[in-house]
């Protein structure tokens, strides 16, 4: 069995439509899992509220994204954007400073990969949320001969470095258990080799 994972906390129009698809087109058995932390630290908790009920509906497993130390200091004591400005996370609230997409979604991610992920004895799928199967696959024949598969993204030769390749996030492939020191992986957009990698750029290493 594989899981698919996604974060989703302000997208409810697409959890039916996704869902839908890979009950229709994905060949094997799945788990699908949702992570939403939007109702306790997302800047649209009404959004978030609505996702979490149709996957209820759907009979659909919601893990809900919780503040969480160990990731917030990763991400300011190594991948702040600006070494001389700490742009804070959240807000005095306790929500998200910058909204949809950017930060609410490297935290998620990179919570998820903490916490849930990187531990899971088997293979798994991280997808975004507008991701959609349009045709029959079996996703883990990917996995027989490679231990991670994705699309590869990044930069090509500037006057910093020759070339920058990184997991592009928006699909991933992984057998947890074969990849060493997977929770190890960091997902938080940064500085890598001197130019700007957006989220995924650590995986250059």
């Not at 509906?57 to 001389?84: C, H, K, M, T, W």
């Not at 959609?132 to 699309?151: Q, R, S």
């Not at 057998?175 to 700007?196: F, K, M, N, Y």
Request: include cysteine; proline fraction near 5%.
């Amino acid at each position: 069995m594989i899981k698919v994972f996604t974060c989703n906390d302000v997208s409810p129009e697409f959890v039916e439509l996704q869902v839908g698809s890979f009950r229709k087109y994905l060949q094997e058995d799945f788990e699908f899992v949702v992570f939403n932390g939007g109702e306790a630290i997302g800047c649209y908790p009404e959004k978030a509220r609505e996702v979490s009920a149709i996957c209820r509906r759907l009979g659909v497993r919601v893990i809900d994204v919780q503040r969480d130390a160990a990731v917030e200091a990763v991400r300011n004591d190594r991948f702040s954007y600006d070494p001389e400005k700490k742009y804070p996370l959240f807000n005095e609230a306790g929500r998200y400073m910058r909204g949809v997409g950017g930060d609410s979604f490297n935290y998620m991610l990179s919570w998820a990969w903490a916490n849930i992920i990187s531990r899971e004895s088997g293979p798994i799928c991280f997808v975004h949320s507008d991701v959609f199967l349009v045709e029959p696959i079996k996703l883990t024949n990917y996995l027989k001969e490679h231990d991670l598969c994705a699309i590869l993204t990044g930069k090509g030769p500037t006057d910093k470095h020759e070339n920058l390749a990184w997991v592009w996030e928006p699909l991933i492939l992984a057998d947890i258990p074969r990849l060493p020191e997977s929770e190890t992986i960091a997902w938080w957009p940064s500085i890598v080799e001197g130019e700007w990698a957006d989220t995924g750029g650590q995986t250059y290493y």
